[in-house]
């Protein structure tokens, strides 16, 4: 793969980064809940789908709206029976907590579905792509990629609207911003966090579909998206959902581009350019802007 | 309206209030009077629900709500201004209000009626909270209280950090609301302008009742005498 070529594919990776993250950052700017066990839902989710694609006999994509639904739901009864009550106990328990569902996924999963490597059939899609030319050079992209990045940015927006212009948004970002003034003032708190909870497992949920028609899964697989999740936040700035976009193409753009020098370096090179984020702007490159006293 | 018997409230190890009683009827005016730490604030949270007493009852409209949740108080028509205004900064102010409007059980103040009654807020309405100066977000901070459609409007130190010209405005709109039949309980740092607001006076002390009285029949001495536990001119 030629260097234009390697830059556009990081870009499109990226996308599912950003997808993959998205539910990450929401949790932890809205809820500052930093949930390990993140990557572990998503290759629920793309478990799910394999279980529900092969049951009913459909292709992946139909069982879409089983499966989001279905993520929404646990998401909501994670909150309602874990993250909150562990959100309550202080700032270490959260951690613990998710850091055991973490550990419990994914030895459920290895006891009921094996540890063997799965993937999700992605049909016609699964080889198709274009060619397209660009600075003098031929590029073969993926139809899977390019519906991923387009997903990831569909998802963003779709949040970042519904965060901006609805009255679901409104109560969202207050409580965000102050959440013992948002109790104060009449907001129930409760059902906005599993609300917020049941989005981000069933964005992660979606993110784990693209992991499974792009590559092979097993019930281990999590950790390194999670690796990877935090990181495209960190980067990109904790608690904003378009610098999460940021940071899942720039990890993307850093993987190809690694990749190019020498393919065994291409994580080494993202954990670099995490390290360097940290040390040199730890707040990230678009952070959310931080509640002040008003 | 509410009455407030016994309450003991504790931070952990740490007790703030000790069976503190007062009660308030439709209609009237209290100033919530004491020095810094003497419990005002813990009262007022207590009475939105925010700290469940450890002792005591909590009766509004005649219902026992001592251990109902702060959203549920709103419902029924109890609203709180809190201490500093802590409006949501990264809203604006009209977002602000309507997030006080979540709950809200009465079209007494729909926005139209809480711009009429308070224009500076609706003149800031576009701006984010982070921007408005300590009046603006003052209004603001009402109005998002006002947005619930409250019978009890709790206001903790309406004229704290403000100029002594926006302070006159606060209490301009102190003044509209008791001509709107709004009952308040008012905690206030600047005695003369609290005994002038209100009907009654409960003063705190250490976390107790020291002075109990109708503001016309409690000389200022009195009042201050309560509010440092020295001894009163009458005592």
Known sequence: MNWVGAVVQGVLVGGWYALAACGLSLTFGIMRLVNIAHGDLAVCGAYLTLVLSSALGLPVGYTLPLVLPIAFAIGVALHLLLFGRALRGGPLAPVLVTFGLSVMIEN???????????????????????????????????????AGFLTALAVLGGLHLLLARTSFGRLVRATSDDLDTARLVGVRVRPVFATVAGIAVATAALAGVFLGMTATFDPYAGGLSLIFAFEAVVIGGLGSLWGTLLGGVTIGLVQQLAAQWDVQYTVLAVHLLFFAVLAVRPQGFFPASEPEAA | MIEVDALDVHYGDFQALFGVSLSLARGRALALAGANGAGKTTLLRALMGAHLPSAGTVRYEGADVTALPPHDRVRRGIAMVPEGRRLFPSLTAEENIKVGAVRAASPDWPLARIYDFLPLAATVRDRRASALSGGERQAVAIARALASGPRLLLLDEISLGLAPGVVEQVYEVVRGLRESGATLLIVEQDLDRALGACDDVVCLLEGRVALTSETAAASREDVVAAYFGTEGPHS
């Open chain 1, 108 to 146: 459920l999963l290895v006891a009921g579905l094996s540890a063997d490597p799965r993937s999700l059939d992605a049909g016609r899609l699964a080889l198709a792509g274009v060619r397209v030319t660009a600075f003098g050079s031929v590029i073969t992209l993926s139809w899977l990629r390019i």
